[in-house]
């Protein structure tokens, strides 16, 4: 079903919670990261008497400043949707800046390049990942792109002191290992192929996790369209609906669209209820009313049928819509026994009419309202035969669609009557209910 509950929350709004949530486990895991790699180079330090460029620290620190602001704006009125993609350009910016301008021994002239060997572009893949839990695509598309974009910008930065480079192309036909060793080892080898290669798998490790993100988003506005419309089922079918049948309709949503069904119309209203209120203090009828129609649609539910409304001091209720059942004239029988004896012990007199045959049954309304109703001839034979029983002095009237199915039954046949609004006289019958 396409609408949406009313007081639900929009879809959009959800997944921009989500997104937000993810955004922030993302900025855990940077600065997780962050930390690592302070460890790492501290640890080298000591442990290998490496001195790092103090300028590693200073990135790792201003990196490590830059997510703790950008954690603490997530959600809030300062929030613009433009910070989650500057904070990756930062970040990956950063990381190429490094390998364009570091230098690898500090106090010597090492050419740039050999940064791009001794170290590698597996320094950008974790901030794609940590991209793909904000749940959004177009950050890890803009993620990859950006890691692409920078680490030939740095490439093309580090080989632009070279007066002369060498890449595989260098290489002539027959070429011994001692020429791969002396092209490889050479200080001007730039590798250019390998840089085509590294973003190439970069670009497409970008494109999957997007991918996957999308199908993520996808699952989940599934998740939130079947809760939708499970609220959807509880507020038009009520509170008095069998836990039974509402498990049915959320595993068959479709149930509720508008169709036509067999089904067997039960119409129930209280004879004299007009005398019985008069003199009453209506705090007390309505309590008294309340009370008889809950148990009602208790019995109702008992017989897998479904209250579709209650007429003031009666109610109309339906067997086999918007669930099939195999035997709905049967249940319909049942319940109008049970109707009765609740009228007996609540001291109502009560009248039923039962009619069995196609209805359309659907939800109607609008965007924000909707209910479940059945209407055709079935459910106006249902309430003409209610009020014929008064003429007949009768508790309870059936047609022939619901006589002809009462198995072990003989109802008795009260002959061609003509009932208000229809045409045509129709067979009626009756069924002495033992109460």
């Not at 170290?119 to 692409?148: D, H, Q, T």
């Not at 991918?211 to 079918?237: P, Y």
């Not at 039960?266 to 009370?291: C, H, K, Q, W």
């Amino acid at each position: 079903m396409s609408q949406t509950p009313a007081g639900s929350l929009p879809d959009t709004s959800r997944l921009l919670r989500a997104e937000q949530r993810g955004l922030r486990l993302a900025i855990i895991c940077r600065t997780l990261v962050v930390g690592a790699a302070f460890l790492w180079v501290g640890s080298s330090w000591v442990a290998f008497g490496f001195y790092p460029n103090p300028l590693v620290f200073g990135v790792l620190g201003a990196f490590t400043a830059v997510g703790i602001a950008h954690a603490a704006v997530i959600g809030t009125r300062f929030d613009r949707w433009w910070m989650k993609y500057a904070i990756y350009t930062v970040d990956i910016s950063g990381i190429c800046a490094l390998f364009a301008f570091l230098p690898l021994v500090q106090g010597e002239t090492v050419p740039q390049i050999l940064a791009f060997r001794a170290y590698g572009i597996y320094y950008l893949f974790p901030l794609i990942a940590m991209a793909a839990l904000s749940l959004s695509p177009k950050l890890v598309l803009w993620a990859g792109g950006v890691a692409v974009a920078g680490w030939f910008a740095a490439f093309f930065i580090a080989i632009s002191d070279l007066e002369t480079t060498l890449s595989w192309s260098d290489l002539t036909p027959g070429a011994t290992r001692a020429d791969y060793e002396a092209l490889f080892l050479s200080a001007n080898f730039i590798g250019r192929g390998n840089r085509i290669e590294e973003t190439g798998f970069l670009m497409i490790a970008t494109l999957i996790l997007a991918l996957a993100v999308l199908r993520a988003r996808r699952v989940f506005m599934a998740q939130v369209a079947a809760q939708a419309e499970r609220e959807q089922i509880a507020a038009t079918l009520g509170r008095y609906v069998p836990e039974a049948i509402a498990r049915r309709l959320i595993d068959d949503p479709s149930a509720l669209v508008p169709q036509e069904r067999h089904a067997a119309i039960l119409v129930m209203d209280i004879a004299g209820f007009t005398a019985y209120s008069a003199g009453r203090p209506p705090t007390e009828v309505i309590e008294n009313l309340n009370d008889f129609l809950s148990g009602c649609a208790e019995e109702v539910s008992r017989h897998d049928g479904v209250v579709i409304q209650f007429t003031g001091d009666g109610l109309m209720a339906s067997f086999g819509a918007p669930i099939d059942s195999d035997h709905p004239e049967q249940d319909a029988v049942a319940a109008g026994r049970d109707l009765l004896l609740c009228a007996k012990q609540a001291g109502f007199s009560i009248r039923i009419g039962l009619a069995a045959g196609p209805v359309a049954a659907g939800s109607i309304g609008s965007s924000d309202r909707q209910a479940f109703t059945v209407y055709g001839d079935t459910v106006n034979r249902a309430a003409r035969l209610e009020a014929h029983a008064k003429v007949l002095g009768q508790s309870v009237l059936m047609d022939a669609g619901v006589s002809g199915k009462l198995a072990g039954e003989t109802p008795q046949l009260l002959g061609l009557q003509q009932l208000r609004g229809l045409a045509d006289p129709v067979p009626v019958f009756t069924l002495p209910l033992k109460v």
